[in-house]
């Protein structure tokens, strides 16, 4: 029996781990789902119908944020003279609407005397990076790059 | 809560069950990210740590 199959023919790629890459939305979804992504954690996945992610996405930051403000960690805000203060502010800006209700709706803080005060930054400055990553998560997936 | 084995646990749980759900898609090969993820995490950190006790602990950082 005859192979048919060329010995010249590449190997068929390896199936990617995001699954097939899906159609790009037009500009004006794309910049609503990255726009939701940064608003409200998980918004943007839930935008481009991955309401599960999105879901699990919205507990995990949430779930963050909670225990960093349980432990008094710093919010950051800018501090003239202090340029990684920018940084981080930046960086906790990243989990969107709940840095701002906490900064300006419930006056938080944090309390640099308080035992868990570093942890509770990091859970903090983890959550703002974690919601950055789902806005590029959504931006691949609206751009079709990603399923 | 302020065991700080506790909290290193807690937020290796929480980044490693967060990239395992932005990573992967099959069951098969999140639960295998995460057990790397969340292991790597603990086990690197107890390793440091462990590394990290010979050493004598300095002055109390200042309060600014």
């Known amino acids: 029996m005859a192979d048919t199959a060329s010995p010249e023919a590449p190997p068929a790629p390896p199936p990617s781990q995001d699954g097939p890459a899906a159609q790009p939305l037009p500009a004006s979804q794309l910049v609503m789902a990255v726009a939701l992504a940064w608003l409200v954690p998980g918004l943007g996945h839930v935008y481009l119908k991955r309401a ?94 990603k399923e | 809560m302020l065991s700080h084995f506790l909290l290193m646990v807690v937020y290796a749980l929480l980044v490693s069950l967060y990239f395992t759900t932005l990573w992967r898609r099959e069951r098969r090969a999140q639960i295998v990210l995460f057990l790397q993820l969340f292991l790597g995490m603990v086990g690197g950190g107890l390793i440091v740590a462990w590394l990290m006790y010979p050493f004598p602990p300095g002055p109390p950082a200042p309060i600014p």
């Open chain 1, 52 to 145: 599960v992610r999105g879901l699990i996405f919205l507990l995990l930051v949430i779930i963050a944020v909670g225990i960093g403000c349980s432990l008094q960690g710093n919010l950051y805000r800018p501090m003239q003279g202090q340029w990684l203060s920018y940084l981080a502010t930046l960086g906790e800006i990243g989990m969107g609407v709940p840095y701002f209700v906490l900064r300006y709706g419930l006056r938080y803080e944090g309390q640099q005397e308080a035992a868990g005060f570093e942890y509770g930054t990091a859970f903090l400055l983890t959550a703002g990076l974690m919601n950055l990553l789902l806005v590029l998560d959504a931006w691949d997936i609206a751009s079709g790059q």
